[in-house]
Nanobody
Framework: QVQLVESGGGSVQAGGSLRLSCAASLRTFNGNPMGWFRQAPGKEREFVAALNWSGTSTRYADSVEGRFTISRDNAKNTVYLQMNSLKPEDTAVYYC??????????????????WGQGTQVTVSS
């Protein structure tokens, strides 16, 4: 069964850090690019970061470039999102996703085939 499970969300003050994790079943994870998206209340789900299987190719949204880092540990079937210098506007539910067909990381939501259930991140000022 295909499964993605996020963890690591929580509440933090502005300027703080959090690290999100996404544990994937082998079928979901093996060879696939992975991405992180987020959705704030009343807004559409937006791209945050993505990387390819080897981790050598990454993409970031302009709003998080330089503050967030995506990485993966293929031995543990896990992808991470290290979030530093958090801002109140980073508050959202964060989702990880897997692309079953492509090789390079994609920024478009429709490119992803499998999604986790999401984890809440709340940043207070």
């Amino acid at each position: 069964q295909v499964q993605l499970v996020e963890s690591g969300g929580g509440s933090v003050q502005a300027g703080g850090s959090l690290r999100l994790s996404c544990a994937a079943s082998l079928r979901t994870f093996n060879g696939n690019p992975m991405g992180w998206f987020r959705q704030a209340p009343g807004k559409e789900r937006e791209f945050v970061a993505a990387l390819n299987w080897s981790g050598t190719s990454t993409r970031y949204a302009d709003s998080v470039e330089g503050r967030f880092t995506i990485s993966r540990d293929n031995a543990k079937n896990t992808v991470y999102l290290q979030m530093n210098s958090l801002k109140p506007e980073d508050t959202a539910v964060y989702y990880c996703a897997a692309d079953a067909y492509r090789m390079e990381p994609q920024i478009y939501r429709d490119a992803y085939d499998y999604w986790g259930q999401g984890t809440q991140v709340t940043v207070s000022s």
